[in-house]
């Protein structure tokens, strides 16, 4: 999924900054200049964070709870308590696409569909194909694995027609890349999200701590450039 051509980038001071670094790196692909745009657009990301990330939140903390469920207590009686046995009948491969959609409202707005994309894409990184898998993934290393996602396509949604404009094909899909690359491999070595494994997402409350998390992961990247 690339920028949407609807997509207008806010206008505020620090989304201005940050899409000025874009135009920068556009011009000149280099180390700095990456990383100057990455800690530009972490501060805008952390800085506009609030409630209407509610839905986000949401569904990554439905498939945590998903995810620790079917640890505990299996697949079958997992679908049963949340009332969905009817989707034993289904593939075992398409369970798990059908709840991420319904987790992510069905791609129905832009959020939602980024969203959607970010389990999609984290399930995939871990080999996740059905709800049996899910058992054999830690809840903190799945947490991680999607916050990373989740900052890699909201970076790709925002700046990857503004980065193409000056730019092929090939050559943005490069950069895309190793924007992404860069900020997975900071957030890998630095968030530490340890702690989360002991953590009973069945309790809604806990659905804090993701927030936390990715505010966190965002202070850790906005740091990356230093007149940040």
């Not at 949401?58 to 697949?75: D, E, F, K, P, T």
Request: charged share 30%.
């Amino acid at each position: 999924m690339g920028t949407s051509k609807s997509y207008i980038t806010p206008t505020k001071k620090h989304w201005s900054d940050a899409k000025r670094a874009a135009t920068q790196l556009s011009k000149q692909n280099s180390l700095p200049n990456k990383e100057r745009l990455i800690s530009r657009y972490a501060t805008a990301m952390k800085k506009d964070y609030n409630e209407t990330n509610t839905n986000t939140i949401s569904a990554i903390g439905q498939l945590l709870r998903l995810s620790q469920s079917i640890s505990n207590i299996g697949v079958e009686q997992t679908l049963k308590d949340i009332d969905k046995e009817y989707l034993l009948e289904k593939n075992p491969e398409e369970i798990l696409n059908i709840l991420i959609n319904e987790y992510c409202q069905q791609g129905d707005t832009i959020n939602n569909y980024i969203e959607m994309d970010t389990l999609s894409l984290a399930l995939k990184e871990l080999n996740i194909v059905t709800l049996e898998d899910l058992k054999t993934i830690p809840v903190d290393i799945l947490l991680k694995e999607i916050i990373i996602n989740y900052i890699n396509q909201n970076f790709k949604f925002r700046f990857e027609e503004k980065i193409g404009k000056k730019n092929s094909p090939e050559n943005t899909n490069r950069i895309i890349e190793e924007m992404g690359m860069l900020m997975r491999n900071k957030l890998i070595e630095e968030l530490d999200i340890s702690q989360i494994k002991n953590i009973d997402f069945s309790n809604l409350e806990n659905d804090k701590l993701i927030q936390e998390k990715i505010i966190e992961a965002y202070d850790i990247l906005r740091k990356l450039y230093g007149e940040e």
